[in-house]
């Protein structure tokens, strides 16, 4: 079923529909609206932090696990 057909469909069952699924509904598509992406919320400064993250990992610039953990040793 293509999406057109499928949105009518959705109609069809809608006129149908009593007052606790109306309800049910319109706070469902309330809560979608509301949805954001966390990155959305980021800063600027926070989107560039992220970026020169990913560059370091493209260009090779990690440490292996074992050496983070031996620098941070001290605070153990």
């Not at 149908?16 to 706070?27: F, G, H, M, T, V």
């Not at 992220?50 to 050496?67: L, P, Q, R, S, T």
């Amino acid at each position: 079923m293509d999406l057109a057909a499928r949105k009518y469909h959705f109609i069809q069952e809608l006129a149908n529909a009593d007052e606790n699924l109306l309800d049910k509904l319109e706070s469902l598509l309330r809560l979608y609206k509301k949805q954001t992406d966390w990155a959305d919320e980021l800063s600027d400064e926070e989107l560039a932090e992220i970026d020169e993250g990913i560059a370091d990992i493209e260009n090779g610039n990690v440490f292996e696990h074992e050496e983070v953990m031996k620098l941070f040793d001290k605070w153990r």
